[in-house]
T-cell receptor, first 115, second 111 residues
């Protein structure tokens, strides 16, 4: 299977703890996106990488959030000092990055619950 | 006001019905329009995308875009129980940039 994979699928943590999520994009996709989705809402953009360069960050991405994509392959999203408001589904998507290619393919998501 | 507004659900139809799902948007800079299907506790799955005004058909699905009215629709013909999911419209501008999503419409197709 060559789809986008995310790990873990579920994470329960206590308020104040740090968490890290991993995303493996579709092989040879050079663009990678992180979104956050809360119940009853559509995904909201967080950040975007082209290869290893982080090119855009949303205002939603507070200082407690950091994302990396070393070597332009997998990506990690870390949330420090988690708050209850961070509880959401964190979605990763990837796209080929060719001119005119706009399709973004999503992974299954990581569901975070902060207690 | 949100940039993308989507008809609220839930929507319940009998099997075989034609389903119409709709979104409006306010930002004329949006250049391409997508529909995703999301099953419960899963990631969104891309159904269709289009750049231009007009209709695009793929099997039982037809995507319609009216840029002058800033209105897009997804029609599902001969709906099946397996079509029961949340349908999300999404829009983008520029090359492979961030997508802006509607809040989704939950569809149930009753056997």
């Amino acid at each position: 299977d060559t789809g986008v994979s995310q790990d873990p699928r579920h994470k329960i943590t206590k308020r104040g703890q740090n968490v890290t999520f991993r995303c493996d994009p579709i092989s040879e996709h050079n663009r990678l996106y992180w979104y956050r989705q809360t119940l009853g809402q559509g995904p909201e953009f967080l950040t975007y990488f082209q290869n290893e360069a982080q090119l855009e960050k949303s205002r939603l991405l507070s200082d407690r959030f950091s994302a990396e994509r070393p070597k332009g392959s997998f990506s990690t999203l870390e949330i420090q000092r988690t708050e209850q408001g961070d509880s959401a589904m964190y979605l990763c998507a990837s796209s080929q990055g060719l001119a005119g290619e706009v399709e973004q393919y999503f992974g299954p998501g990581t569901r975070l619950t902060v207690t | 006001q949100k940039e993308v507004e989507q008809d609220p659900g839930p929507l319940s139809v009998p099997e075989g019905a034609i389903v119409s799902l709709n979104c409006t948007y306010s930002n004329s800079a949006f250049q391409y329009f997508m529909w995703y299907r999301q099953y419960s506790r899963k990631g969104p799955e891309l159904l269709m995308y289009t750049y231009s005004s007009g209709n695009k058909e793929d099997g039982r699905f037809t995507a319609q875009v009216d840029k002058s009215s800033k209105y897009i629709s997804l029609f599902i013909r001969d709906s099946q129980p397996s079509d029961s999911a949340t349908y999300l419209c999404a829009m983008g501008r520029g090359s492979a940039r961030q997508l802006t999503f509607g809040s989704g419409t939950q569809l149930t197709v009753l056997p």
